[in-house]
Structures are given as C-alpha cells and as structure tokens.
C-alpha cells in the first residue's frame, strides 16, 4: 500500500528534523521567543515519527496469531540492527577517532547502546512479543464500541496523567510506559475501521490545535526553561493527539496519484526506514558538531534546519543502502538455515 509507505517515509523524514531541534537546543535555551515558538510547534509534528511507526505495525500486524513462523519475523530486524552497529563503529573509530574495544562493541550491541537511537528496539522487542496476545484481546471484542474502550482504556493508563497531572498527580503515573501498547491498538483499530478522512481538514486542524497546545503551554509552566522536553514525549497527550492526525494526513494525503517516480522513491525510503533511523546517529553525530561550530548563533541555526536536515538525512539513506547490500545475503543464507533445521519454522 504506497498510502502506508508514504506515512512510514516521511516518519523517516521526521526523525531527522526531529533531531534538528534536539541537536541544536532550540527548545532548550533562550532563543528569540517566535523562533522559539515555532521549533517548540515544529517538535510537537516532527516528534510523531517513532509513534506512527508504531501506529503502523498495529495497521499491519493486527492479524498476526501465535506461531512458530511469527518469531521468525523478527530475524530481518536483529540483522539490520547488527549491520547498523557495524556500520556505526566504524564510523566512530575512523571518523569520530574513539578507541573502540572488542568488550566495548561486544557490549554495546547486546546492551543497546552502541547507536543511541537503538532505544527503539528495546522498546519494539518487547512489543513485537506481545504483538499476538495483544490481537487475541483487540480481534477478541466482538464490536468497534468495545475496541474503543479497550483503547480508552490504555490512553487512560499512559497518556492522560500529562494532561490530568500538570499541577496535581490526580492519576498514578506507573503505567505511563504502556504508551506504546495505546499507539498499537489505535494502529489496529484504523485498520479495523477504515475511516475517510479529508487530509486538508486534518491538516487544518492539526495546526489550530498545535498553536493552541503551545498557547497552553507557555501560559501554565513558563516561556523559558526545559518545559518542552516533557511536552513532546510520546507519553503525552499532545503526542498522541498529533500522531494520530499526522497519521490520517498522510494515509488519506492520495500518494497513490503520485508520479511513478516519486512513488518509486517513497517505496524505496520506506524499505530502508528503520536503516535510515538507526544510521542518523553516525550522520547526526558527524553533521552537528561541525554546524554548531560553524554556526554558533542559535537564532541563525533555524534558517539552515532544511538543508542541514536534508544532509543529515541523504547521509543516512546512503548507509542504509549500503546496510541492504550486507543484510539480504546475510538473511537469505541465515533464514535458509534455519527453515532447514527448523521445520516449524515453514508453517
């Protein structure tokens, strides 16, 4: 479905724009108040990326049922996570000059913290384990009203308290990291219930609702400070509200009108969409240190966002390619083995 392809290559696109705003610390420290207003706005759209990732694996995998064959899927990830990480040690040892021991590296990839952004995986490992339970309670309600509570229900757990507990803690805060769990199911209900929806009104009311979120913000915790880092987790209910929109924006946005070409590009981001995630590290990691040194003015930071975005992102893409090149004979001779030890594994 390109429609779905199109959301996971511009979540793609987001992450690094995304990590525009983090790297510089324009919604950190005291920048002219419209830039900051603006950067604070554009990390409430951009930081929907790793939410409408999830959103998709529940529009994708909520047929999914308990098998043998169903933990084979995750074969392909671990593998593009390794190549990654190989990919990113060389990367810090040649170019970024740290000395990188054997325990060091070794340690890193079982632990997760060799590419900062592997965090997704940690996160992603335990949802894909839960992923046929979770479709055994979701497909287990017999209307739409049910799964509605059932995701109600979720959203109650995880992502309420931010808008119940900004001066009072009136709901506990334990169960704020089922999150996740909430984005899968709303993920499994659209795909559930096909819902047709005008891109241009989402889109207008998107950004009606973003200007009011940081009106909102500003007049209850302060026009300065790190208020922000906690506004834009995905544990908050602005998060939420702006994922699902940004979701049905791009879902409903007609990519399937798209010339051949521009199709075939959004295709080809999308397949490398978690390569290029994991690789914005290594690209982050070269590009900021040198922008910031060149360009120490925060103020004069936000006019080169797009190229310096784009960069960041061109960059990674060409790792990812180069990752796809490693992964597939890789994959191809591992899952050969194992459907051949495995027979369960063929079912």
Not at 65 to 77: N, P, T, V
Not at 258 to 287: F, K, N
Not at 313 to 333: C, E, S, Y
Request: charge should be positive; charged fraction near 15%; aromatic fraction near 14%.
């Amino acid at each position: 479905d390109i429609n779905l392809d199109f959301v996971r290559a511009v979540a793609a696109l987001f992450i690094v724009f995304s990590h525009f705003v983090d790297n510089t610390g324009l919604y950190e420290f005291d920048t002219a108040m419209p830039i900051k207003l603006f950067s604070i706005g554009l990390r409430m759209i951009v930081g929907t990326c790793v939410a409408m990732f999830i959103m998709l694996t529940g529009y994708l995998c909520s047929e999914k049922k308990l098998s043998a064959r169903y933990y084979l899927g995750f074969l392909r990830i671990y593998e593009i996570y390794l190549v990654c990480s190989a990919i990113t040690f060389l990367a810090r040892a040649v170019f970024m000059r740290e000395p990188l021991s054997i325990s060091y590296m070794a340690g890193a990839v079982i632990n997760f913290y060799g590419i900062e952004y592997a965090w997704y995986l940690l996160m992603y490992m335990g949802l894909f384990l839960m992923i046929p339970f979770l479709n055994l309670s979701f497909n287990g309600l017999e209307t739409d009203r049910g799964r509605l509570v059932l995701i109600a229900t979720f959203l109650y757990l995880s992502i309420l308290p931010s808008l119940l507990n900004v001066k009072f803690q009136l709901l506990s805060v334990w169960w704020k990291n089922l999150s996740p769990i909430a984005y899968y199911f709303t993920g499994a209900y659209l795909h559930k219930t096909r819902p047709k929806v005008s891109a241009k009104k989402a889109l207008g009311l998107l950004l009606v609702l973003v200007a009011a979120f940081v009106a909102v913000d500003v007049a209850l915790l302060g026009p300065s400070g790190k208020w922000t880092i906690d506004v834009t987790r995905h544990d908050h209910y602005q998060g939420y509200v702006c994922a699902v929109l940004c979701f049905l924006i791009l879902q409903s946005a007609g990519a399937d009108r798209l010339p051949q070409r521009a199709q075939s590009a959004v295709r080809y981001i999308a397949e490398l969409s978690l390569s290029i995630y994991l690789l914005s590290y290594t690209t982050d990691s070269l590009i900021y240190p040198w922008f910031k040194a060149a360009v120490p003015d925060l103020n004069r930071q936000f006019l080169y966002m797009i190229p310096v975005s784009l960069l960041s992102f061109l960059g990674a893409t060409l790792l990812a390619q180069l990752a796809d090149w490693i992964v597939r004979p890789i994959d191809k001779v591992v899952r050969g083995a194992l459907l051949k030890r495995i027979p369960a594994l063929r079912g």
